[in-house]
């Protein structure tokens, strides 16, 4: 039950994902706007999602 406390009240991070969460709406509203916008955004997305996987891969 204590692991769970500690896990609830974990604040690091919280910043960072707000403005993921930020970019990420934006990047949907835009794409919604703009077809040809949102096949670039997509692809960007990927290569940082590949990006993050390779340093989360090396990191371990």
């Not at 969460?21 to 692809?43: D, E, K, M, Q």
Request: charged share 15%.
């Amino acid at each position: 039950m204590r692991h769970l406390w500690k896990l609830w009240r974990n604040r690091r991070g919280q910043d960072l994902i707000e403005y993921a969460l930020l970019a990420a709406f934006l990047a949907v509203a835009v794409g919604a706007l703009s077809p040809t916008v949102a096949t670039n955004i997509c692809t960007m997305f990927s290569r940082v999602a590949t990006v993050l996987t390779a340093a989360n891969n090396t990191g371990n």
